[in-house]
């Protein structure tokens, strides 16, 4: 079975600051994709970006990028420039071809101080 | 833009109430979901359907049932609340297979 790990359950940041965020997962299948989402404070749960695990290139989203590395099993996320409104819980997601399901990890609270 | 709605955000339930928590998408969307969130243990998928009356067990159904009888509608059911099922439920919506999830915003659930 799929499992994904956050093992940052919180971190922070300076605004202005690039901050990255963990993630590592563990999988038998060779084709699968990745997520990861924001939920800010009380509000609804969004995408910031998705990653196929065949491409080799970086998935990027403005500020958002992400460090994929398919034989580490890792797949972190670096926030540049931090915002006041990157504050939130980002959660990593796994998603495999052969299902339906998302298996997310436990998340990981950012704070964004001025 | 994708749109998922759920009919309460905060609801307070007496133990052994039966709760209905409702979901709606307007994207015509194949595919909807329900989570639960619990600090410490992320997302836990409840019950998922792909298509009208049909579903699928999640991670964790005990105590959950789900129903779909309209492609827009997915309704959680709790049959007899406990206090362990307080939690925040999230719904979520996808057009198929290996697609992008798209959530509501949540509804905060206490038994009391």
């Known amino acids: 079975a799929q499992t994904v790990t956050q093992s940052q359950p919180e971190m922070s940041v300076q605004e202005a600051e690039t901050v990255t965020l963990s993630c590592t997962y563990d999988?038998?299948?060779?084709?699968?994709?990745l997520f990861w989402y924001k939920q800010p404070p009380s509000r609804q749960m969004i995408l910031v970006i998705r990653q196929e695990a065949y491409k080799q290139q970086n998935a990027t989203e403005n500020r958002f990028s992400v460090n994929f590395q398919k034989a580490a099993k890792s797949f972190s996320l670096k926030i540049s420039d931090s915002q006041l409104g990157d504050a939130a819980m980002y959660f990593c997601a796994y998603g495999s071809y052969n299902t339906d399901k998302l298996i997310f990890g436990t998340g990981t609270r950012l704070q964004v101080f001025p | 833009d994708v749109k998922v709605t759920q009919s309460s955000r905060y609801l307070v339930k007496r133990t052994g109430e039966k709760v209905f928590l409702e979901c709606v998408q307007d994207m015509d969307h194949e595919n909807m979901f329900w989570y639960r969130q619990d600090p410490g243990l992320g997302l836990r998928l409840i019950y998922f359907?792909?298509?009208?009356?049909?579903?699928e067990k999640g991670d964790i159904p005990e105590g959950y049932s789900v129903s779909r009888e309209k492609k827009e509608r997915f309704s959680l059911i709790l049959e007899s609340a406990s206090t362990n099922q307080t939690s925040m439920y999230l719904c979520a919506s996808s057009s198929g297979q290996q697609e992008t999830q798209y959530f509501g915003p949540g509804t905060r659930l206490l038994v009391l």
């Open positions: 359907s792909y298509d009208v009356k049909m579903k």
């Open positions: 999988t038998s299948e060779s084709d699968y994709y």
